[in-house]
């Protein structure tokens, strides 16, 4: 398991302060003997007694079912430190090292180039075998000063169940002494800095302290496959894996020593290194088909290094293998896989058989072909001609097992225009249902006869790259929407409609998750007078004391009604009232108070002079009546307010006018008569719970395949040029199979990367084993067989920020087996399908 560094960590200073858990024998035939000198240097030791019987704060919990698992480390006196350096360490496993990233770095390189490492007889290494892993361990210390002891607590919560498995078997043995010397000085400062904070009690308490080791060199221990031991339960490791008697011998069970975050390129090598034929080219003369001209090869060297490591893997009596050769030929050919980061196994496996491609290409010379229009030609001619122009430019053992061909059709959404092609593929990338899918929150606005009866927020799905269209049906299912009833969709911002939603094939993806969208429910009718449109404001409080300037600001849902024969001030007044009827406090005082607003704003006007309190609500007065409402013609921004309704004055509205404006000011007491909900703000189109966790999300391979092959349209980003309209269009798209490989590699599209963040689905996909039937989805039969067999999965687990590759291979009979980097045991077939299947390895059934 691995640790894969944030942005600001990527650099080798900030890697080397990392700390490493190593074993303190691993240690010392790298460094020799401990010079005396600084504590750093000399190490401090810790030590700590396992056993239930142990009371007090170093009890170990030893159960791995247990969440947690705790235990005490207590600082040893140098005198002790001194008796026990001088004794021998190391021998009972129990004694181990807090190294610096530079030193386990340094550690390292010593047991890489030592020529003298020590061997068994059988020929195994005695310390190669363990060095092979490397995984974060999240622990939480306690830091006692009065005891100078540390507090231990690893949680289940903060590592991954296997993981968590591992550290019971490292700190969970009740039998020996644990020791643990610190050379990287860490827990001195630990110590040294009082993270302590008194209790309410008033007792003096300490923080909890959380430090991420990365542990290595302790791998877990392999297990042999049931039903195959001896009566005394033994077994012995050969080439670095666990065997039960009986079970030695078997080519091709080697694992890839881990150099340091390089699991993900071990699971992609042991997929392809147990993918049919191109074992037996690889074993075989294949440097003579190097292509030593292509300026699209790396001259070969890919292909050698992959070969080579190829040939190690499958020697017989080989040891877990260092890919090293391999990983330097990579980075210098691929720069963004050099260092010691996570990567993708699938962006890896693509570079490397596109690669691989290329150094074998038997084509020297390519001729330059173009493509020809289909013109109304059958498929199965326009195909032909695509597929033997590809091999007339690319002709090698990656084309010949692991490439197909799909057919390619786009629709022109304007003229018509139907564009076919045949294009070749190396693998498909087949996106999970729901990320084919999204969920919107609209509120819809329910206009009846009496005013606005209700306001419903919806939550509904539709496609990813769907049209509005797609939106309004959804939402008008959820809404019970009747034939004589249509929406009008309009998105607000600020408490303000900044435009209407109309065209049915405007793209859904240009509305973000933080947009907010209100739907308006409407009558069907004919009538052609234009929409009002009521913006709320009400005045803005201001945040320091003094005088400042009366500032309004819009608040509340807009409001959208049709014309409704409005002819002079007062109309549009009741219309606006009779809106909102529905949403009035239904008490006698507040219908007595609104008449009596409305009364007095008539006299006024009747007299030619203003409403008193209308006019000290402009200036931000609070007066003593009810307060009420000011109409305002404005424009689309709600910037000019120069136009004010009078009530008894003919309204003069353009019929013309699609949309008519109008500002509606409010005074506090008035906001007061009526229900809180009307000026509540819109929910977002989508709001991410972060802390939500998701239930476990289930589809077939079937499923994933049906979305990936069902039309959709293009994206934005993606528009395409039609020869027809001369224009670049939002094209429809539908891909078919037409053309099956013998190797069919289909990647599982499980993380999702944008802007702001990244995430990974852990949708359980159920595949099939022995029988992938693609026979009723390819597109043209040319008497092959359609039936696969899974053989290899590359599988990733954990999160976007950390995680660990491994690969299961199938290999003889009927057996399965685990490659975690250089530990390869036995798996039970049922135990292969998982969450965190990534790429799925199938190879063609040859029907008897």
Not at 537 to 555: C, V, Y
Not at 672 to 692: N, R
């Amino acid at each position: 398991m691995e640790s894969v560094p944030s942005e600001d960590s990527h650099s080798e200073n900030n890697d080397d302060e990392r700390v490493y858990f190593v074993p303190l024998r691993w240690w010392k035939e790298a460094k020799g003997p401990m010079p005396e000198g600084s504590e750093g240097k000399e190490g401090v030791l810790y030590s700590g007694v396992a056993g239930s019987s142990y009371a007090g704060p170093m009890k170990i919990i030893n159960n791995i079912f247990n969440s947690d698992l705790m235990f005490g480390l207590k600082r040893e006196e140098e005198s002790s430190m001194q008796n026990r350096e001088n004794g021998e360490v190391g021998v009972s496993g129990r004694d181990f090292a807090l190294v610096s990233g530079e030193m386990w770095l340094q550690a390292l390189k010593w047991h890489s180039d030592s020529k003298n490492a020590i061997k068994d007889e059988k020929g195994c290494s005695s310390t190669e075998d363990d060095m092979a892993d490397i995984y974060p361990l999240q622990l939480k210390l306690n830091v006692q000063k009065e005891t100078k002891s540390l507090g231990v607590r690893i949680s289940k919560k903060d590592n991954a169940p296997e993981l968590f498995k591992r550290s019971c078997k490292i700190f969970g043995v009740d039998t020996e002494m644990l020791r643990i010397w610190d050379f990287s000085g860490r827990t001195t400062l630990f110590f040294l800095n009082d993270k302590s904070k008194i209790s309410s009690e008033g007792q003096k308490q300490s923080e909890e302290i959380f430090l991420e080791l990365q542990v290595y060199g302790l791998s877990d221990p392999s297990r042999c496959k049931e039903g195959k031991k001896d009566e005394n339960n033994s077994s012995f490791k050969m080439n670095g894996i666990a065997f039960c008697p009986g079970e030695a011998g078997s080519l091709g069970l080697t694992g890839l020593q881990n150099l340091g975050n390089t699991c993900f390129m071990n699971s992609a090598l042991q997929c392809l290194a147990h993918t049919p034929k191109l074992v037996d080219y690889f074993l075989e003369d294949y440097a003579k088909e190097i292509n030593h001209d292509n300026p699209l090869g790396m001259d070969g060297e890919i292909a050698l290094a992959f070969g080579d490591l190829l040939r190690k893997l499958w020697a017989p009596g080989a040891g877990p293998v260092a890919p090293r050769a391999f990983k330097a030929k990579l980075a210098r050919f691929a720069p963004q896989f050099s260092g010691f980061n996570q990567h993708d196994s699938q962006e890896l496996l693509a570079f490397l058989l596109d690669g691989l491609h290329e150094d074998l290409n038997r084509v020297k010379r390519k001729p330059y072909i173009e493509a020809k229009d289909a013109d109304d030609r059958p498929d199965t001619e326009v195909a032909d001609e695509y597929w033997h122009n590809h091999l007339a430019r690319n002709d090698s053992i990656i084309v010949d097992v692991c490439q197909g061909q799909y057919k390619s059709t786009l629709v022109c959404p304007i003229c018509r225009k139907v564009s076919v092609t045949f294009d070749p593929f190396m693998y498909l990338s087949l996106p999970l249902p729901s990320t084919t899918m999204r969920t919107m929150t609209l509120t819809v606005v329910n206009n009846g006869i009496n005013g606005i009866t209700q306001l419903s927020p919806y939550t509904v799905s539709v496609p990813k790259n769907g049209k509005l269209q797609d939106l309004t049906r959804a939402l008008g299912i959820a809404c019970s929407l009747g034939l004589d009833e249509t929406l009008l969709v309009a998105e607000a911002y600020n408490n303000m409609i900044i435009r209407f939603l109309e065209d049915p094939s405007d793209s859904l993806s240009l509305i973000r998750d933080a947009d907010r969208l209100v739907a308006y429910r409407f009558m069907k009718d004919n009538s052609d007078g234009p929409f009002l449109v009521f913006t709320n404001q009400q005045m803005e409080k201001p945040q320091t004391h003094g005088k400042s300037t009366p500032n309004w600001k819009a608040f509340g849902v807009p409001i959208v009604s049709k014309h409704c024969n409005v002819t002079k001030g007062s109309d549009l007044r009741d219309l606006y009232l009779k809106l909102l009827n529905s949403f009035q406090i239904s008490t006698e005082e507040s219908l007595e108070n609104l008449d009596l607003s409305n009364k007095t704003e008539r006299m006024a006007e009747t007299e030619g002079t203003e409403s008193p309190h209308l006019s000290s609500s402009m200036n931000g007065e609070d007066s003593s009546s009810d307060g009420g409402l000011e109409f305002y013609i404005t424009d689309e921004k709600g910037i000019v307010k120069d136009s004010k309704i009078s009530m008894n004055e003919p309204l003069e509205i353009n019929q013309e006018l699609r949309l008519l404006h109008v500002l509606v000011y409010w005074s506090d007491k008035q906001i007061q008569q009526f229900d809180s909900q009307l000026f509540s703000p819109l929910p977002e189109v989508y709001k991410s719970g972060f802390l939500a966790k998701k239930p476990q999300e289930s589809a077939s391979l079937y499923k994933c395949l049906d979305t990936f092959l069902q039309e959709e349209p293009l994206g934005p980003e993606d528009m395409w040029y039609c020869p027809s309209c001369k224009k670049h269009r939002q094209a429809s798209k539908k891909l078919d199979l037409w053309r099956l490989p013998e190797i069919l590699v289909i990647h599982l599209k499980r993380f999702q990367y944008s802007r702001y963040m990244k995430n990974k689905l852990e949708t359980y996909v159920d595949f099939p084993v022995d029988n992938l039937d693609l026979s009723a989805y390819i597109s043209h039969r040319n008497g092959k067989s359609y039936q696969y067999m899974l053989y290899a999965i590359s599988n990733h687990y954990g999160s976007m920020g950390g995680g660990h590759y491994t690969a299961f291979v199938h290999h003889g009979g009927d057996q399965w087996y685990d490659f975690d980097d250089s530990n390869v045991h036995p798996i039970s077939k049922e135990k292969i399908k998982s969450s965190a299947a990534y790429v799925l390895f199938y190879r063609r059934v040859v029907e008897g």
